[in-house]
């Protein structure tokens, strides 16, 4: 029991934190497939060539594991205990099997039939099983590979867990990774500790990746500090920041500013008038660049059907318009009113977005960011370089590219600049293994490179650059003081002979 006068410990996390709600956004894992999606009643979804509704994942935990039946409708899977070693009967070696496709009884037909009787893969599989001439034959290793096969073609078998940083790089990577730069997800664990992404901090990100790393860096930080994320064109592409579901507490140390006037600022010549010369508010750019990269998806897509093309990009449109204009109000066009209304809401969002910009451009202008991220398509010399004005000394940088070319050439040029130490370029070398019983090995197939990191701290402008005098100076001081004296030079030949 607390006394009256002590202060209360923190809250526990609450409950509902770890259940599934209606508009919250979740990933499907089937197997190491992943797909990202907002739980919304009665709305078809198309995953891994099987469609269902979402209905009845409402109110379960995360990491809860479904079973698709008849009518796409998700049941919870119940466990059932695994055979002991004791009870299978396996063969020695499989030197005598023949896979000349006669040893299963059951034809497709059969098969199918079962399928239509509404019998669960479950079934199936054992049916496939006993019905197999050799399945007894084999080694216990193969009849678990056997098995592990047959269950991935016939059991519906779907897990809802969490949107996270980890999960989501697994599956841009996996799926889409040009849209990502093919940045790999170790390399994305990299970039978020090299450039000490914390609680409190001030940043500054200048991405072209689906907005994947300023998700990361939002979830790290854990709604504490700021981030100002550059972004080129009409507005940001947050389509990955959208998947991670974060509540709107996290939005209120999120700003945006253009990147075209970022010379501006830095001249001193930037004006509020600047951004009311802008055609169109970012909130209505980023949804057509969302909307264009949903079309993009479903024609790469073609086993997904119409149903989930329109699921695809609404809910990503949705959530990326919330993110943008930042307005609880923000109503869809079906439920606006009239014209005039559409209007006057437009106009208040411009200017909501134009006061946010603002505030974006008086936190640059202070020139203390406490780190600087970027990961773009563009060539990063001219960008960091100019980025690199906006932060504070002894912060750290860092930058990815998916080639190593353009970061050689941008450590050099940051060589000739000064002003930054601990440069350094690497690329995380990633290998997955297989862990199981007596066959724990590396897999055969590998990623063939994650992409490339120049990572190195500010440091504060040394005063001799300024004065050609003093440089002068300073260099021939060094000259002499470098000069080996004149009596080591002669026991050298002494030690020599």
């Known amino acids: 029991m607390e006394g009256p006068g002590e202060a209360p410990g923190p809250q526990p996390p609450h409950p509902e934190d770890h259940r599934i709600r209606d508009g919250d956004f979740v990933v499907l894992k089937?197997?190491?497939?992943?797909?990202?999606?907002?739980?919304?009643r009665r709305k078809k979804v198309t995953f891994e060539k099987q469609w269902f509704y979402l209905d009845n994942i409402i109110g379960?935990?995360?990491g809860t594991t479904f079973?698709?039946?008849?009518?796409?409708?998700?049941?919870p899977k119940k466990k059932k205990e695994e055979p002991t070693s004791e009870t299978k009967e396996a063969g020695t070696d499989n030197r005598n099997i023949i896979d000349d496709g006669k040893s299963q009884k059951l034809t497709q037909d059969d098969i199918k039939a079962l399928k239509d009787k509404g019998i669960k893969g479950e079934e199936i599989v054992q049916q496939l099983i006993e019905n197999s001439t050799t399945f007894r034959d084999k080694t216990e290793f193969a009849q678990d590979k056997y098995i592990k096969k047959k269950k991935k073609k016939y059991e519906a078998i779907i897990t809802v867990v969490k949107p996270s940083t980890r999960i989501l790089s697994i599956m841009y990577y996996a799926r889409e990774p040009g849209k990502?730069?093919?940045m790999r997800y170790d390399t994305l664990a990299q970039m978020l500790t090299l450039g000490n992404i914390r609680a409190g901090n001030k940043m500054i990100v200048m991405e072209t990746c689906?907005?994947?790393v300023l998700g990361a860096m939002m979830e790290r930080m854990g709604g504490f500090g700021s981030i100002i994320q550059l972004y080129p064109g009409g507005g940001p592409v947050r389509a990955a920041t959208a998947c991670f579901g974060f509540p709107k507490s996290f939005l209120s140390g999120l700003y945006e500013f253009p990147l075209n006037k970022v010379d501006s600022l830095l001249n001193g010549t930037f004006s509020a008038e600047m951004l009311s010369s802008e055609p169109k508010d970012s909130a209505s750019v980023e949804e057509n660049n969302g909307t264009l990269e949903e079309k993009q998806t479903s024609e790469q897509e073609k086993e997904d059907s119409v149903a989930e093309a329109q699921e695809s990009h609404h809910p990503q449109e949705q959530e990326t318009m919330e993110i943008v204009s930042q307005d609880p109000e923000y109503k869809e066009p079906k439920e606006r009113g009239s014209k005039k209304d559409y209007i006057q809401e437009k106009q208040r969002r411009q200017?909501?977005?134009?006061?946010?910009?603002?505030?974006?451009?008086a936190l640059l202008s202070e020139r203390n960011a406490d780190g600087l991220i970027v990961a773009s398509r563009f060539h990063p010399t001219p960008l960091l370089l100019t980025l690199l004005d906006f932060v504070a000394p002894s912060r750290p940088f860092v930058v990815y590219c998916q080639y190593k070319e353009p970061l050689l050439e941008c450590y050099t040029k940051l060589r000739e600049r000064g002003g930054v130490i601990n440069l350094r370029l690497s690329e995380t070398w990633l290998r997955n293994y297989q862990v199981l019983p007596d066959r724990s090995?590396?897999?055969l197939l590998m990623s063939g490179g994650g992409g490339y990191l120049l990572s190195g701290f500010t440091v504060a402008m040394d005063n001799l650059k300024a004065d050609p005098s003093l440089k002068s100076n300073a260099s021939t001081l060094e000259l002499h003081k470098t000069e080996e004296p004149a009596a080591k030079k002669r026991k050298c030949p002494e030690s020599d002979s």
């Open 351 to 361: 200017e909501e977005q134009r006061k946010r910009h603002l505030e974006a451009a």
């Open 67 to 75: 079973e698709v039946t008849n009518g796409g409708s998700l049941q």
């Open 30 to 40: 089937r197997e190491d497939v992943f797909k990202a999606v907002q739980v919304q």
């Open 60 to 62: 379960h935990s995360y």
């Open 180 to 182: 990502i730069n093919h």
């Open 441 to 443: 090995h590396p897999k």
């Open 210 to 212: 689906a907005g994947l």
